[in-house]
């Protein structure tokens, strides 16, 4: 089993930064990747970045070039840097970690993210 925790969640102005972070606890070792999902009022959950363990990375045409994906593996934590933020980056972020399945097994309880215009 999987324990995430993400925190770094609030309101920001139009133009201004957040990171988020997302600790895992338990059987970390059995990571594959982890990633950023978000979903928005009313419309279905959409991936934003991934992080495989090796260190590559994945981006959403949405966010790619405002938002960084990163680790910091001795402390079981990923982090989205989200700079340039827009209102309609307004979502619920959840972290999810995939075990090796091809799945995201393990879900986050989510941190909301406020962009005002």
Do not use: H
């Amino acid at each position: 089993q999987v324990q995430l925790v993400e925190s770094g969640g609030g309101l920001v102005q139009a133009g201004g930064s957040l990171r988020l972070s997302c600790a895992a606890s338990g059987r970390t070792s059995s990571i594959y990747r982890m990633g950023w999902f978000r979903q928005a009022p009313g419309k279905e959950r959409e991936l934003a970045a991934i992080r495989w363990s090796g260190g590559k990375t994945y981006y959403a045409d949405s966010v790619k070039g405002r938002f960084t994906i990163s680790g910091d593996n001795a402390k079981n934590t990923v982090y989205l840097q989200m700079n340039s933020l827009k209102p309609e980056d307004t979502a619920v972020y959840y972290c999810a970690a995939d075990t090796g399945g091809s799945i995201w097994s393990y879900w986050g309880q989510g941190t909301q993210v406020t962009v005002s215009s």
